[in-house]
């Protein structure tokens, strides 16, 4: 491991998400260089990749990813505000995006918010819509439930629209 490479673990850990841009400015590279070097750290496990940026490790909560690409988030999440009409029950999984629609959508008391995500319901608490939670095994690391009970309460509750989280896109894959 070079002291790029160190550098760039050490900006990471500190900051949770920095950019590739950003991290092409701080050390004096192309962001072609930049996206090499995430590559191979993120194989040695030292770093997690994500589209435009890099992330530590443990920074896999909701919040912190709230804030890596947040502009474009907030303005998807602004587009699917708007799909939703007065009366309608919407389920929203988790996921940095859909939480940032969830904190759109909290004073509409014309709505049910139907979501697997603690951690959107801990956003909602305080909210005019209403809403539900199924029940399950809770995944402490997404702070989703998960599980059979999960999709057998998710199979008894009917909702107008739904708004799933996509972790990645690639041309062989697909969205995942």
């Known amino acids: 491991m070079n002291a790029r490479h160190q550098q760039i673990i050490q900006l990471v850990n500190t900051r949770g998400s920095v950019t590739v841009t950003e991290l092409a400015q701080l050390t004096g590279v192309s962001e072609v260089t930049v996206r ?88 909602l608490k305080d909210a005019a819509c209403d809403v539900i939670v199924p029940g399950g095994l809770l995944q402490k690391s997404s702070q989703s439930m998960v599980g059979p009970l999960t999709r057998y309460c998710i199979q008894q509750i009917h909702f107008h629209k739904a708004f799933i989280g996509v972790d990645g896109w690639q041309a062989e894959t697909g969205f995942t």
């Open 36 to 123: 090499q070097d995430l590559n191979l750290l993120e194989r040695d496990h030292f770093l997690r990749r994500v589209h435009g940026s890099a992330m530590a490790l443990d920074s896999d909560d909701v919040g912190m990813r709230m804030h890596t690409r947040y502009e474009l988030k907030q303005a998807l999440a602004s587009h699917a505000a708007g799909l939703i009409d007065a009366g309608e029950a919407v389920f929203i999984e988790g996921g940095s995006t859909n939480a940032l629609l969830a904190r759109l959508l909290a004073d509409r008391a014309d709505i049910t918010v139907i979501t697997v995500s603690h951690f959107i319901a801990h956003l």
